[in-house]
């Protein structure tokens, strides 16, 4: 997102497909490491693995949502992490004047959050006017965008977090890699996140200190991020400042929950390259997102939409990464997939999703995903006591799978369930069913 003043907005520069072309050929689904079947497809051989197969124990924490409206109600839908970036509570907003702080508004956001049992993300930055290194001639958007004033910031930090504690999480900075939010170096955004994480540490030692939200779309953004993790500070490697690393893993307009997944892992392999091994958390995701930030997105269809949610989270907890932050409760125009009704309250179908894919996967361990190019099958396994369960869908057209052992119920996306038993075929679609031992309601 891009912080504009009073607002937020996505960003993005016009890119065209060759830009990414590096990053998606990462992990094309069959490319992936030794074979391994796709259980229960009936092409073996032809399956192979492109995620971990040791990903996430999925908790409540894991289901992240984007909540404008958290400081009068809560999204109605089982969210344990909350992300605070659209709710207009940065830097500017928190510390009016030079020691003059308001938390009116972050107070109640805080204790909503508590009531249901979400934990949440506070993001630090921006720079306001009076921390700002010079103001002459600069539009506002460029002054919050600015490195602000070592010693200011530390004074921020500290009365932010000597207030909250680790009631909150903080997110150092909103996507630094975009120019349009961050005209420093990564060497001087390594030299804020190291500040401040030496207060959060200090004040609040159970606090979780999150690295800046790194996009990935652009050569440019990811030569950042790589120059960000490479740095040090005091002799230390960044890396070791942070509790864990943010990605916002937008694809490409067209992009799908398995190209996204692509650039998350490019971001893993950059990382292991720096030695970080601070958790991953995936802090913004949405779909058919224009590039520019001023265009309308064209919404895709309620059966798409379901299943990139449902695939977005399968996916996300088979490459472990820890949390999956949805952009969001909220209907916003270059956002091609809504939570929510106009009213901001009823959940839409992807909302349904949402729940659904929540039900499937809490308390699950990961166990990965494989592709089957004969079959265009993608199927993720997980894990709980001892039992297995399975995810299946296309991305295009049908086909069909041999229900594993130990399965006794199918159900679609809808929430519809049958039965089944070992050695059934079913039919697998772009609409992802979920196959246990266990039923759901």
Same mark, same amino acid.
């Given at each position: 997102?891009?912080?504009?003043?009073?607002?937020?907005?996505? $960003?993005?520069? !016009?890119?065209?497909?060759?830009?990414?072309?590096?990053?998606?050929?990462? +992990?094309?689904?069959?490319?992936?490491?030794?074979?391994?079947?796709?259980?229960? $497809?009936?092409?073996?051989? $032809?399956?192979?693995? /492109?995620?971990?197969t040791h990903g996430t124990s999925v908790g409540a924490r894991f289901f992240g949502l984007h909540a404008p409206l958290l400081g *009068?109600?809560?999204p109605?839908?089982?969210?344990?992490?909350?992300?605070? *970036? *659209?709710?207009?509570?940065?830097?500017?907003?928190?510390? *009016?004047?030079?020691?003059? /702080?308001?938390?009116? $508004?972050l107070d109640p956001m805080v204790a909503q959050a508590a009531a249901h049992h979400a934990k949440p993300l506070l993001v630090l930055g921006v720079t306001p006017s009076f921390a700002a290194a010079q103001t002459a001639g600069l539009t506002q +958007?460029?002054?919050?965008a600015s490195v602000p004033d070592m010693v200011q910031w530390q004074s921020y930090?500290? +009365?932010?977090?000597?207030?909250?504690?680790?009631?909150?999480?903080?997110?150092?900075?909103?996507e630094p890699d975009v120019k349009n939010n961050f005209s420093g170096t990564p060497q001087q955004m390594a030299d804020l996140v190291a500040a401040a994480a030496k207060i959060i540490h200090s004040v609040a030692p159970g606090a979780t200190v999150v690295a800046p939200a790194m996009v990935l779309r652009l050569h440019s953004e990811r030569a950042f991020m790589k120059a960000f993790f490479g740095s040090t500070v005091g002799g230390k490697p960044i890396g070791s400042y942070v509790d864990a690393v943010g990605v916002d893993p937008y694809p490409l307009l067209d992009g799908t929950p398995e190209d996204s997944i692509a650039l998350v892992q490019h971001a893993q392999k950059v990382l292991a390259a720096e030695h970080v091994t601070a958790p991953l958390w995936n802090l913004e995701v949405n779909y058919f997102v224009p590039?520019?930030? !001023?265009?309308?997105? +064209?919404?895709?269809?309620?059966?798409?939409?379901m299943s990139y949610v449902i695939r977005t989270y399968v996916l996300n907890a088979a490459t472990n990464v820890k949390r999956v932050y949805w952009l969001g409760w909220l209907r916003y125009f270059n956002l091609g997939i809504s939570m929510v009704g106009d009213d901001g309250v009823t959940p839409t179908a992807s909302g349904q999703a949402f729940s659904r894919v929540h039900d499937w996967l809490l308390g699950q361990h990961a166990r990965g995903c494989a592709y089957d190019k004969v079959s265009g099958v993608y199927s993720c396994e997980f894990v709980r006591a001892g039992r297995s369960s399975w995810v299946y869908w296309t991305q295009l057209g049908s086909s069909h799978v041999k229900a594993p052992a130990g399965a006794r119920h199918v159900q679609s996306m809808y929430g519809v369930t049958t039965s089944t038993r070992h050695g059934d075929r079913i039919r697998v679609t772009n609409a992802p069913v979920w196959v246990s031992h266990q039923r759901v309601s």
């Open positions: 997102m891009r912080y504009v003043g009073q607002m937020w907005r996505r $960003t993005g520069s !016009v890119v065209s497909i060759g830009a990414v072309v590096a990053v998606l050929a990462l +992990a094309v689904p069959g490319g992936g490491a030794d074979a391994r079947g796709a259980a229960g $497809t009936d092409s073996r051989a $032809t399956s192979r693995m /492109f995620t971990p *009068t109600l809560f109605q839908a089982p969210a344990g992490s909350v992300d605070l *970036t *659209t709710n207009n509570v940065y830097w500017p907003q928190l510390e *009016t004047s030079p020691g003059v /702080f308001d938390y009116s $508004t +958007a460029q002054i919050q930090v500290r +009365a932010v977090v000597t207030r909250y504690q680790d009631a909150l999480e903080y997110q150092i900075w909103p590039v520019g930030g !001023v265009t309308t997105a +064209a919404p895709p269809t309620d059966r798409i939409s």
